[in-house]
């Protein structure tokens, strides 16, 4: 959790003294899993392991490989051992695994004084077992390596990984005092576990020297688990405050364990089991203090989230226990096994401390919470029944699981149904902007690409999103911190910053929900593109049919016709046609070349009809284009307009003007004829209502007022966006590849 290198000066000393620290924790550790082997060899072997029985019996179980003779058998209602005229009664409470499980303080005196009895016998040359079959008369041996059984191994090897990950941490962070911590939680756990390996798994008994010794000191260990800990959370990944809780902690660990080794309390749930409880709670809300100072911080949250996990797997069925010892009722469960579980908190802490994969915690730690939550409930209830209503183990057991069945399972199916939903919409939720993105994919790339991020910012909510460099791959980056997607066609590729306005950081889930969409919207915009141009190739195809065989006949028509009017209507035809070409290929054209074409036209036509053509038009910016369809639709709009003044105004005079802004052009026809009054028919047949219906489709409006000159004015004013329609194959004003 945020253990800091060291730099400069101070750097080059850490370097130089890893190799030192790095031989001192290997002898450490070396010397810890000798020691606890040794004692636990120190043992003589009888060839069986005692143990308590049902209805309250003990028996003898054979263990290794048992010397020649010895019976193969188990001994049944063993009721004591004796040797040289001593004898001591072999009772259940003698065989408890620690000897904790005694509150009382003199219950656990005679526990310890029965076992230096009993010291005494397995030592002596020969030892008679009693039991309900008779008398068996053993010669003890050294215990073998054999003979230690899984009730040694498991504690030894766990209390000896979660050591060396501390001390890892320690060599290569020796200046953070967050490793300290670590370290010292780490030490006081496998020394703990190194004790319990010890008397947990003994055959009968253990060297009584400075058992009851390591039996508190044990405890204090405890201590330095939990007050270690308590100080981490006290200072990283932010400090809460001063060195006073340090001391404080410290303080009641040696209270506690002076009042465990001079038995100032008559028992031991209040010595030790209260307080050890009080720290574990205070490491509770420790933990909640952090993750309120860390609520701006995604990172730091994460690594609260995976550290939390840890903590409350490791330590919530071992408080769940001490829990119900410090109120006085012990629980006898197998220790060797049931503390195992506090080694998550230290093994558990390798990728958070190396950053490998801690954004991949967002994804499945509200799973690990569920599951570990379902087992701790059982556990409990399972408890609960045992010690209050006074079932037995088996009836205590079966209930618990019903409860668990019927309350839990439900709870936990409806408590994941919201956090799998989470505060984000899911695919289906966003459909709908997929769609607009898809089918608007031919369109303005400026406006496509703002539904792109608009529909990225409705997914994730991201506190910072930007465009990324071409050329881009879609991942995840800087610990979940960023989300990358690729660019989709015309669409730009994005990095965004933490999702959820920054509550969180991106997880494996999201990367495959941004790569779902991603293709959705790849393979929408292909199709569209494919659909596209299957359009585009069949209007080609219509186009040369009509440039080849009815342009042809209309040509001929126009130059073989003896009838003037007969070959101008041709001609006239042969130019709708050629437009209509136009608009069917999509060419796009420069519009300097347009209003070429439009002026050459327009002039010649009230040339001819005895009108006078006034022309004026801005000079459109370089390289600015018109896509085919907008110059279908306003060439025809002209033609209409200068139609009209010809036929309908008596006019002497036309004018003709073209603006250009960045936002709209405007195409207006004015003379100096009859008015509205005159034209009434004209609007009411199909000219205006014609011109109008052709603004429309191009997002435009029609102005139709009395003229400066007297006469009429029809005015067109169209967007400049609304020309760029799906199909056009036209990307906005300024074309970089025009057909002429």
Known sequence: MGFPGGGGVKGLIVGANRTARLWLASILIAVCAVGALYRALQEPSLGWRFMAGPNAQVLAQPVGSSPAGHAQAALQGVTALSAVGVSVAITPTLLIE?????????????FFAEHRRLWEIVRSPQVSIHHAQGVTNIAPHARGIDELGMRFWFPWLVGLLSLSVGLAIW???????????????SAGYAFGMLCTSTWGSRLLTQPPQ??????????FASFMV????????????????GNWLIWVLVAVALLSTAADGFQWLPTISLAFRLPIVLVAALLGVLFVLQWRACRTDASQRAQLKWFGLLLFMGLSTVFVAYAFGAAGHVVNLPQNYGLGTV???????????????LFKLEAWWPRAWLWFLGGLLVIAMDLALVVMLDLGADSAFALALALAGWLYFPVRQLLWRRLSQGALPGTRDVLPQILEVVTHGQGDSVALNLRWRQLWDTLFQPARMTVAPEGTTSGIAQEGRRLVVAACGPLDALEMELPERGGRLFNPADFRRANEIHDLVQQG???????DRGARQERQRIASDLHDDLGAKLLTIAQASGSERVAVLAREALDEMRLSVRGLTGQVALASDVFADWRAE?????????????????EPPLGMALPAR??????????????????????????????????????EVSDDGHGIEANEGGSRGNGLPGIERRARLLGGVLVVEPASLGGLCVRVEIPVAATALPGDGWTGWSATEVKR
């Open 98 to 110: 620690s000897a904790g499980i005694h509150n009382e303080y003199a219950v656990h005196n005679h």
């Open 171 to 185: 060599v290569y962070q020796p200046l953070s005092s967050a490793s300290w911590c670590y370290a010292i939680a």
């Open 210 to 219: 400075a058992w009851p010794e390591l039996h508190v000191a044990s405890h």
């Open 226 to 241: 939990q007050c270690g800990l308590c100080v981490l959370l006290w200072l990283h990944p932010r400090r809460l405050g």
């Open 343 to 357: 080694a998550l908190i230290f093994l558990g802490l390798v990728p958070l401390v190396t950053r490998v994969g």
């Open 525 to 531: 915009l292909a199709s569209g593109e494919a659909f």
């Open 602 to 618: 327009a002039v010649t036509r009230l040339a001819a009809a005895g009108v006078e053509p006034q022309w004026t038009a801005d």
């Open 630 to 667: 907008a110059q279908m639709q306003l060439t025809r709009v002209l033609r209409e307009a200068v139609s009209n003044v010809i036929r309908h105004s008596g006019a002497k005079t036309c004018r003709v003007r073209i603006a250009v802004s960045a936002v709209r052009l405007e195409l």
